[in-house]
């Protein structure tokens, strides 16, 4: 779809833009995948939140919103980011409830805030 750009700070819910953690850059190295990319994910805890990626469940004060996967869709092994904590002031959990192959927090973990580039929402006609 079509995004543009909001003049906000990211709050739960919003999609942000974010460059690629350094944490996942040896996999995307893997893959034969540039390193210097931005990401674009919906925000699914924020600082205060219960987050837990254990037991290959993604938890979010305690409901359960996803799965954690071992590998990717092409079968390489995904990097862990074993996760069981209350996200500091700051931090951001992102990442898709509908797959748990979507490259997110569950395999990067938290990011801080200064690190989205942008919160973006769909335009509409």
Known sequence: GWYIRADDSPRLGDLVAF???AAAHEYARRRGEGTNVLL?????????????TVKGELRVNGALVGSVADSDS???TL????????LADGELFVGSTS?????????????????V???????RR
């Open 19 to 21: 460059p690629l953690p």
């Open 40 to 52: 674009l994910k919906p925000v699914l805890a924020v600082g205060g939140d219960h987050v837990s």
């Open 74 to 76: 092409a079968g390489r």
């Open 79 to 86: 990097p862990r980011s074993d996760l069981d904590r209350v």
């Open 99 to 115: 797959t748990a192959h979507s490259f997110d927090s569950r395999y990067f973990g938290p990011l801080r805030g200064s690190q």
């Open 117 to 123: 580039v942008g919160v973006y929402r769909p335009m």
